[in-house]
């Protein structure tokens, strides 16, 4: 794992989250990995004070678990506690992807394909970190403009969720081409205020995660065992 650089600064807890969250997206920490605040201190040069400020954030949010005893773990769901998530996203994301097509003006329109676009130039990189970023962009591009401000917010509150599936998943070049392609379909329906069809694609796309998700957590599941 690389050494991520850390400025001291006046704002080392928000510098050491960030680390901390860009390496959870691009899967350096990946589902299982254990933490403890004294080898993140010697790895990333900083006083433990910050790093159990970041700790306890990530935690607050649910990205990271406490284990007994002492230290963190990034956690790994199961298959069936998947299946809950995908259940859920299923009654609130294919509903507002139809209000977006309905709502959302060109300019608005154009920042789901910029970032469409931006996953389609990153998709054969080795460094999975560019495609998560376009990723995490596209969704808020997606989700962050609808006038239903309370059902963004809660939408947003899977990206703890979406960090461990791009962390099983976005390292795989030939997937990420695949995500684009169901993407790029998703954004034409947008572009033609298509609201029916945008709402089953993204119903298409959710069953799509799941199938991937849970052969991902088998995967995981065979090799720790």
């Known amino acids: 794992?690389?050494?991520?650089?850390?400025?001291?600064?006046?704002?080392?807890?928000?510098?050491?989250?960030?680390?901390?969250?860009?390496?959870?997206?691009?899967?350096?920490?990946?589902?299982?990995?254990?933490?403890?605040?004294?080898?993140?201190?010697?790895?990333?040069?900083?006083?433990?004070?910050?790093?159990?400020?970041?700790?306890?954030?990530?935690?607050?949010?649910?990205?990271?678990?406490?284990?007994?005893?002492?230290?963190?773990?990034?956690?790994?769901?199961?298959?069936?506690?998947?299946?809950?998530?995908?259940?859920?996203?299923?009654?609130?994301?294919p509903p507002a992807v139809r209000m977006a097509a309905e709502e959302y003006g060109p300019a608005r329109i154009e920042r789901v394909l910029k970032a469409i676009r931006a996953q389609a130039s990153a998709a054969g990189k080795a460094d999975p970190g560019p495609f998560a970023r376009a990723n995490e962009e596209f969704r808020r591009a997606l989700f962050g403009g609808l006038a239903n401000q309370a059902l963004s917010r809660l939408i947003a509150q899977f990206d703890g969720h979406l960090h461990f599936v791009r962390a099983v998943t976005l390292k795989d070049t030939a997937l990420r081409r695949t995500i684009v392609d169901k993407q790029v379909r998703i954004g034409e329906v947008l572009e033609r205020r298509d609201g029916k069809q945008a709402q089953s694609l993204w119903r298409a796309y959710l069953v799509f995660t799941e199938e991937v998700m849970s052969r991902a957590l088998r995967k995981l599941q065979a090799s720790a065992g």
């Open 1 to 93: 794992m690389r050494t991520s650089a850390i400025k001291k600064s006046a704002t080392l807890r928000e510098q050491v989250f960030d680390v901390l969250l860009s390496e959870l997206k691009t899967g350096d920490l990946a589902p299982g990995t254990r933490i403890t605040e004294e080898a993140l201190a010697r790895r990333l040069e900083v006083s433990r004070t910050p790093i159990r400020e970041a700790l306890g954030q990530l935690t607050r949010q649910g990205i990271l678990h406490a284990r007994e005893g002492g230290g963190y773990l990034v956690p790994s769901p199961t298959v069936t506690e998947v299946g809950h998530i995908i259940a859920v996203r299923m009654l609130l994301e």
